[in-house]
């Protein structure tokens, strides 16, 4: 029996998404599994469009190993000029980690500055150019890779290390840091249910609303500060909660003293990804002498979460 092969064809970007911000982006921003897989680590969605001066960055996600910012901004052309500059400009305007850019493909130049980037910056930094691939075989349903053409060096090394720390080894900085907030929290407000020994950088706590089980994390980041939001239960779909605290946002945001004609954009129940009504302490809890205004605003903030959702949204 004869053996029949088909080509495979390359697929243009442009016939997948015609738009970059309208189409590339979000869809980005809901697909992040992608990148996550083509990088080596998770990413939770931040926001998209985030202004910075003058300017937008595609997308800010967060990396749950370390807690770091992960900035990405995306082409459907070609690399150019005008993206790297954008690139570095955000990089120091939101305290960003780890950027990633993606492109259809990239210069040789461009790849350099990458290079450079990753050679010559501190180790905390990292930096990624990625091609986004798509293929098909005949009328087959179309095939998604992410090529990564540049990454720091011993990457996966790093990743290793992480991982190890995250999976209970030796403690990092970080780890240590977190353990002692949180620590601390829990003395200062004994009855606010923080886990003994916690050293993560998020504290879960359990809520109903409206019948559906979802739950309240507060947050410490060294790139953020503190912050509180709503998301799903473990392992549920978000879109239940998501109908469920809209009409709370009214009265969340009287409480919080948040201006409903200017709301912060990741304020509301519609925002991408999994994290609702969040809310931020910009602070640098790097300083212990801070965690007393950080720890103080995460519980009366989530004393205000935990009565205004635990009442009728329309009494």
Avoid at 164 to 177: F, N, S, Y
């Amino acid at each position: 029996m004869a053996i029949e092969f088909g080509n495979l064809e390359n697929v243009n970007l442009r016939e997948v998404w015609q738009h970059e911000a309208n189409d590339f982006t979000p869809w980005l921003a809901k697909n992040l599994n992608y990148i996550s897989d083509a990088i080596g680590i998770p990413l939770d969605p931040v926001g998209v469009e985030v202004p910075v001066g003058r300017f937008s960055a595609d997308i800010l996600a967060r990396n749950p190993m370390d807690d770091g910012i992960v900035l990405i901004e995306n082409q459907l052309e070609g690399s150019d000029h005008t993206h790297l500059g954008q690139i570095l400009t955000y990089l120091a305007g939101l305290e960003a980690r780890t950027v990633i850019w993606i492109a259809s493909g990239f210069t040789e130049a461009h790849l350099s500055a990458i290079r450079w980037l990753n050679e010559n910056t501190a180790d905390s930094f990292q930096f990624f150019a990625i091609c986004p691939v798509v293929v098909k075989i005949g009328d087959s349903p179309l095939s998604l890779r992410f090529e990564v053409l540049e990454r720091p060096s011993d990457w996966d090394r790093q990743i290793r290390a992480i991982s190890q720390a995250a999976r209970g080894g030796q403690p990092t900085e970080l780890g240590t840091l977190r353990h002692d907030f949180w620590a601390t929290y829990s003395e200062r407000h004994p009855n606010d249910g923080i886990p003994k020994g916690h050293r993560g950088s998020n504290v879960f706590h359990s809520t109903v609303i409206e019948n559906v089980r979802a739950r309240i994390p507060q947050l410490v980041s060294l790139d953020i500060g503190v912050g509180i939001y709503i998301t799903s239960a473990h392992n549920q779909p978000i879109e239940p909660t998501r109908e469920r605290i809209r009409p709370y946002i009214p009265n969340l945001m009287r409480e919080l003293g948040i201006d409903p004609e200017r709301p912060p954009a990741s304020f509301g129940p519609n925002f991408i990804g999994k994290w609702l009504a969040q809310w931020y302490l910009e602070i640098d809890v790097s300083h212990r002498g801070n965690w007393h205004i950080a720890i103080d605003w995460l519980h009366e903030k989530l004393e205000i979460y935990r009565r205004v959702l635990s009442q009728s949204p329309h009494g």
